[in-house]
């Protein structure tokens, strides 16, 4: 068994789940099946390793059970760290061009629809309650560049989406993990 070492750096890998559930997964062109993912963390695992999880809240067709179902996953495998990111609709990306031609009857794929605000905040705490304590939250957001951004618009504001998070967060007090 190979242990690895670099006793004078923390090195981690950051591997890109972004969902459990294999229609979106393809819909978004991940690139791979989740045993494949599987297969690399627990490679990483048993080298000593420890593996960051991205995870995108508000994928096309995906509904908030399937995202807790991601969650608990996580709490499975037992990550360091989990990256929390809202999903960005940016120009000249193929999401993109779903986004602006997609109307009331097209049926080919599931709605794009963006959360607002208050839904991903709402998505984020849930997420958070049900995350096992032990796992690193290294993000609860990101921001897509404003020049190429389709949507949410929103979280151009960085400033205002950090502070409304921190607001909203002491006032509900929210706890990692109180709801696993």
Known sequence: ELKISYPDKFI????????????????????????????????????????IVHLILGLPGETNNMIFQSIE??????????????????????????????????GSYPPIRPLTKEEYLTLLIECIRRLSPDIVIHRLTGDGPKRILLAPLWTGNKRLVLNTMNKVFRERNIVQGSQV
């Open 12 to 51: 981690w890998v950051e591997l890109g789940l972004q969902t459990i559930h294999e229609q979106t997964a393809q819909l978004i062109r991940r690139g791979y099946m989740l045993p494949c993912f599987d297969k690399a963390f627990s490679d990483l695992q048993k080298i000593g390793i420890p593996v």
């Open 73 to 106: 996953y996580l709490n499975h495998l037992h990550p360091f760290g989990v990256k929390l990111q809202l999903l960005h609709i940016l120009k000249d990306t193929d999401l993109g061009r779903m986004y602006l031609r997609q109307t009331a009857q097209s």
